[in-house]
């Protein structure tokens, strides 16, 4: 009797996205610094009397970390275990992380589907209707090309008969097609010196490829934000997905 196929996995590859083109690597004496978006998008809100602090963004969108207008996005919401973050704790980088902000954020936790969407709740829960429910995995982070003090989960959802999850419903929001789906988790709110830096990427390699989470995705929301971080923002509208 021939032995039965392993069953396939449901879920997409990493590989798939972008993550390995944005994620960076760092050499023996290289130090991480903040880059210019990070120093005005989001170090104003983790440390507002920092010195790297910018006030305002060059094209005036933001201003001390906050912007005039709520954008409005569609998200997963999630759950992630506090084991990466208490690991953080025990390095030598760990205490240039804003743990406090980390407390802050546990409850708005979230992977952004399309954001910066210009119709309401209302036509786009008609936009996701009959979308079925799917899961995503959370792999351990990245420091990114950009935002270079915010340390990001990839994300990775269910396998689709078009591609994945995350690509199916940005086509029913009618959004381009994009690659790099994220949860930003740890925030630095000073920057590392080169042998802190050397520990961050020896961490960073050690969680690179392990699973720090999975999360059923059996509803989907609008969210309403003025600021990155999310500190200023409001779900404001449910959208339950099909469980056919």
């Not at 006030?55 to 506090?82: E, H, K, Q």
């Not at 743990?99 to 309401?120: F, N």
């Not at 990114?144 to 915010?150: A, E, K, L, V």
């Not at 009618?174 to 994220?182: P, R």
């Amino acid at each position: 009797m021939p032995e039965p196929l392993p069953e396939q996995n449901p879920f997409a590859a990493p590989e798939d996205f972008a993550y390995d083109s944005v994620r960076r690597h760092f050499r023996d004496g290289e130090a991480l610094t903040f880059d210019e978006r990070y120093r005005y998008a989001q170090l104003p809100l983790i440390e507002p009397g920092h010195p790297l602090a910018l006030r305002r963004s060059p094209d005036d969108a933001y201003l001390n970390g906050s912007y005039r207008d709520a954008r409005i996005s569609v998200v997963a919401r999630l759950t992630v275990n506090p084991s990466l973050g208490e690991q953080a704790t025990l390095t030598s980088f760990g205490h240039k992380i804003d743990h406090a902000m980390t407390e802050r954020r546990k409850d708005l936790l979230h992977v952004t589907i399309a954001g910066g969407l210009d119709r309401g709740p209302a036509e786009l829960a008609q936009a996701l209707e009959g979308t079925a429910a799917f899961s995503m995995r959370l792999y351990g982070p990245l420091v990114g090309q950009f935002n270079s003090g915010r340390l990001y989960l990839p994300a990775v959802p269910t396998r689709t008969a078009r591609g994945d999850a995350f690509r199916d419903l940005r086509g029913r929001l009618g959004v381009c097609v994009g690659d790099f789906f994220a949860c930003g988790l740890l925030h630095f709110r000073d920057e590392l010196t080169p042998s802190e830096t050397m520990d961050l990427e020896c961490f960073l390699q050690v969680w690179q490829r392990e699973i720090v989470a999975e999360n059923r995705v059996d509803e989907l929301w609008v969210m309403s934000t003025h600021d990155d971080l999310g500190i200023d923002s409001a779900f404001v509208s449910r959208v339950e997905l099909s469980q056919g």
